[in-house]
């Protein structure tokens, strides 16, 4: 096996870069022994070498002209990789602009903390760990590619901001673990023609796409007010659309963030409620590993890619025991109007109850008692089976009650409308 070339570049002047980098150098080398690579490390060499590339960078680093004029020409390469020991605002290099970088940090959207990424701080040791095997790993891909390994099949993850950027690279970890490559393996331009044309450019080879909603909506386009996030779901839509339908397509809410930004619940209810943005796409409201869970079966061939309007029901029936078989005038209208109708009373179990919840278009609730604890109940159904496998909303929800005495003031602003007999309901 011939070996592998690695050069690390790195400020010696700035004591946290070269004490980083020190350790780093070793880590890096019983990681390579570990994955049976021969590799050739390299730090700050004084003559032009072939390989690959990393500039270890942190904030201190990124005004020190001497620094840069020694790493010159690898600063101009754009397969060098930049290795961020901290956040840096603006670095104006054409690196910065060509690849993602590696961060050794991240940033909890909550709270704004900042979480460096050390060997020798416990609570984060992990992840320091994690971020060099990552490195050997697609270095090790990259050598084997170079060697005329076929080329693998790409998928489409979006970008957003660094807040988020755990979550991307968790899925991007597992998607080059599945055996596909990741695009865009560019950092996306805040021009916006610049940037819809480096969307465009990876959307082309991509056998699947996946968007994460992130909780916070952040203005990436000034000029525009548009978020990154929303940008690359219109374009992708529009792809969708006018080019090419053949990829599948998620939309991934994230149910470990709550969306409290009003501008980010504008835009998800816009996700939701156009056409455009649901058609030929899944979007699901999970963890992390339930989204990987059902791109996998998708990606290895096991499930089918499917829209919610390829399995919704279109109308769900809940029934309380006193209006049991008494509105069977409400489940031959809407037969009548070529309707699919399920209803609760057919020996159901819980969660498949709450499956029919989530997939149904319209639901209707028959109240034919006074039992405010069983109304109770199933609102808080309707409410909870949105997490289960979609977030597409309702396009109505009815109360419908056996007499116009039942008490459901309290629930009244839950529901579309609030129908008194059968008749009424017949009539709409």
Same mark, same amino acid.
């Given at each position: 096996m011939?070996?592998?070339?690695v050069?690390?570049?790195?400020n010696? +002047?700035?004591?946290?870069?070269?004490?980083?980098?020190?350790?780093?150098?070793d880590d890096?080398?019983?990681?390579?022994?570990?994955?049976g690579?021969?590799?050739?490390?390299?730090?700050?060499?004084?003559?032009?070498?072939?390989?690959?590339?990393?500039i270890i960078?942190?904030?201190a680093?990124?005004?020190?002209?001497?620094f840069?004029?020694?790493? %010159?020409?690898?600063?101009?390469?754009?397969? $060098? %990789?930049?290795?961020?020991?901290?956040?840096?605002?603006?670095?104006?290099?054409?690196?910065?602009?060509?690849?993602?970088p590696i961060?050794? &940090?991240?940033?909890?959207?909550?709270?704004?903390?900042?979480?460096l990424?050390?060997r020798d701080i416990s609570?984060?040791?992990a992840?320091? &760990?994690?971020?060099?095997?990552d490195?050997?790993?697609?270095?090790n891909?990259?050598?084997? =590619?170079?060697s005329?390994?076929?080329k693998?099949? =790409?998928?489409?993850l979006?970008?957003?901001?660094?807040?988020?950027n755990?979550?991307?690279?968790?899925?991007?970890r597992?998607?080059?673990?599945?055996?596909f490559?990741?695009?865009?393996?560019?950092?996306?331009?805040n021009?916006?023609?610049?940037c819809?044309s480096?969307?465009?450019?990876?959307?082309?080879?991509a056998?699947l796409?996946?968007h994460?909603?992130?909780?916070?909506?952040?203005?990436?386009?000034?000029?525009?007010?548009?978020?990154?996030?929303?940008?690359q779901?219109?374009?992708?839509a529009?792809?969708?659309e006018?080019?090419?339908?053949?990829?599948g397509?998620?939309? &991934?809410?994230?149910?470990?963030?709550?969306?409290?930004?009003?501008e980010?619940?504008?835009?998800? +209810?816009?996700?939701?409620?156009? +056409?455009?943005? $649901?058609?030929?796409?899944m979007?699901?409201?999970?963890?992390?590993?339930?989204? =990987?869970?059902?791109?996998r079966?998708?990606?290895?061939?096991?499930?089918?890619?499917?829209?919610?309007?390829?399995?919704?029901?279109?109308?769900?029936?809940?029934?309380?025991?006193?209006?049991?078989?008494?509105?069977?005038?409400?489940?031959?209208?809407f =037969?009548?109007r070529?309707?699919?109708v399920?209803?609760?009373?057919?020996?159901?179990?819980?969660?498949?109850?709450?499956?029919?919840?989530?997939?149904?278009?319209?639901?209707?609730?028959?109240?034919g008692?006074?039992?405010?604890?069983?109304?109770?109940?199933?609102?808080?159904?309707?409410?909870?089976? %949105?997490?289960?496998?979609?977030?597409?909303p309702y396009?109505?929800?009815y109360?419908?009650?056996?007499n116009?005495?039942?008490?459901?003031?309290s629930? +009244?602003?839950?529901?579309?409308?609030?129908?008194?007999?059968?008749?009424?309901?017949?009539?709409?």
């Amino acid at each position: 096996m011939s070996t592998l070339n690695v050069i690390l570049w790195f400020n010696e +002047e700035n004591t946290k870069s070269n004490d980083f980098a020190k350790t780093f150098i070793d880590d890096l080398q019983k990681c390579f022994v570990r994955f049976g690579q021969a590799v050739n490390l390299q730090s700050n060499p004084t003559d032009e070498m072939e390989g690959k590339h990393f500039i270890i960078l942190s904030a201190a680093d990124s005004s020190s002209t001497k620094f840069f004029s020694k790493c %010159k020409n690898a600063t101009n390469n754009p397969e $060098t %990789k930049l290795l961020l020991l901290d956040p840096i605002e603006n670095i104006d290099l054409t690196i910065s602009k060509s690849s993602q970088p590696i961060l050794f &940090w991240d940033k909890l959207y909550a709270t704004d903390e900042i979480r460096l990424f050390r060997r020798d701080i416990s609570e984060s040791q992990a992840k320091y &760990w994690e971020k060099v095997i990552d490195i050997v790993v697609e270095l090790n891909d990259q050598y084997l =590619k170079d060697s005329a390994i076929p080329k693998r099949e =790409k998928v489409y993850l979006s970008q957003d901001i660094i807040s988020y950027n755990a979550e991307s690279e968790n899925l991007k970890r597992d998607l080059n673990d599945l055996g596909f490559d990741v695009l865009p393996n560019v950092v996306l331009s805040n021009s916006i023609d610049e940037c819809t044309s480096q969307i465009l450019n990876a959307l082309e080879s991509a056998r699947l796409i996946i968007h994460f909603i992130p909780p916070i909506y952040n203005s990436f386009f000034v000029n525009q007010q548009l978020s990154l996030a929303e940008h690359q779901c219109n374009i992708s839509a529009d792809y969708l659309e006018k080019i090419n339908p053949k990829p599948g397509r998620i939309i &991934w809410i994230p149910s470990a963030y709550e969306i409290t930004d009003e501008e980010n619940q504008v835009f998800v +209810e816009k996700i939701q409620r156009d +056409e455009k943005q $649901t058609k030929g796409t899944m979007i699901l409201k999970s963890s992390i590993e339930d989204l =990987k869970k059902y791109y996998r079966k998708v990606l290895q061939g096991d499930g089918t890619l499917k829209s919610e309007a390829d399995h919704k029901n279109d109308v769900y029936i809940v029934m309380d025991s006193d209006a049991n078989g008494n509105y069977k005038s409400v489940v031959d209208t809407f =037969k009548g109007r070529n309707l699919s109708v399920d209803i609760n009373y057919t020996g159901i179990t819980y969660n498949q109850h709450l499956a029919k919840l989530a997939a149904a278009k319209i639901v209707v609730v028959c109240y034919g008692s006074e039992n405010e604890q069983w109304l109770k109940v199933k609102v808080n159904d309707i409410q909870k089976s %949105k997490g289960i496998d979609s977030y597409q909303p309702y396009e109505q929800l009815y109360l419908l009650k056996a007499n116009s005495s039942l008490d459901v003031k309290s629930y +009244e602003s839950f529901f579309t409308q609030v129908l008194h007999d059968t008749k009424a309901f017949l009539s709409l």
